[in-house]
């Protein structure tokens, strides 16, 4: 998988562009900066530096060390900093309460397998209280074709995301059509799924 991205971000330029995704971004009144944050596939950066441009401590963590060094590079032209871990997110010690945040946003390169590896990962990872915030494609973005996996079996539902984190306090989960604008790879109308949740303060 590192080989595949390795040669996807291997070209001139941000391929998901430098700014941050728009729905990370309309969630900005719910992080505080000190927070602990894991930018889960965070690719060439521009999610985990936005992140750590609001005061939070970041983790950024990528199979590709080609996106990596672009992350970095933007991180230094944009004046902050955060920790990097390159790692294949499907053999990644998650840990247990790691973390104040978690952003998942387009990690939808995964099968059902290894979905659910990411998923029980976030619900370890995720401190007590902390906050969720995910964003992906539903099936109707194979008729888009404006990026994302073309593997059906990859794309979120609500019924799906309800079966994960239906004993989290959801306090948003809509799917709707929208134009995004995010590089050469994600661009004109998509079909997406938003997702903010926060694991209970007694959960283990």
């Known amino acids: 998988m590192a080989t595949f991205w390795d ?9 998901f562009g430098t700014a941050p995704n728009v729905f990370l971004t309309s969630q900005a009144a719910r992080l505080h900066a000190g927070q ?10 521009r999610n985990g530096v936005w992140l750590a441009q609001q005061g939070l401590q ?3 963590v990528d ?3 080609v996106a990596q060094a672009k992350a970095r590079k933007l991180a230094a032209e944009r004046g ?5 871990e390159t790692a294949d997110m499907l053999a990644w010690d998650w840990g247990d ?3 104040d945040v978690i952003v998942a946003i387009f990690i939808q390169f995964a099968d059902p397998a290894g979905r659910a590896c990411q998923f029980e990962g976030i619900r370890r990872a995720l401190k007590p209280g902390g906050l969720l915030l995910l964003q992906g494609y539903t099936p109707r973005q194979l008729e888009y074709k404006t990026g994302g996996p073309s593997a059906l079996e990859n794309l979120y539902t609500e019924p799906m995301l309800r079966e994960w984190f239906g004993d989290w306090d959801i306090q948003h989960l809509c799917e709707h059509d929208d134009v995004i604008n995010e590089g050469s790879h994600h661009s004109g109308m998509s079909a997406l799924i938003d997702m903010v949740a926060y694991k209970p303060a007694t959960s283990s």
Do not use: H, K, N, P
């Open 58 to 60: 970041v983790l950024s």
């Open 7 to 15: 040669e996807r971000y291997a070209v001139e330029g941000y391929i």
């Open 80 to 84: 902050v900093t955060l920790q990097f």
């Open 36 to 45: 602990s944050a894991l930018a889960v596939a965070d690719g060439e950066g």
């Open 97 to 99: 309460a790691r973390f």
């Open 63 to 65: 199979s590709s060390g």
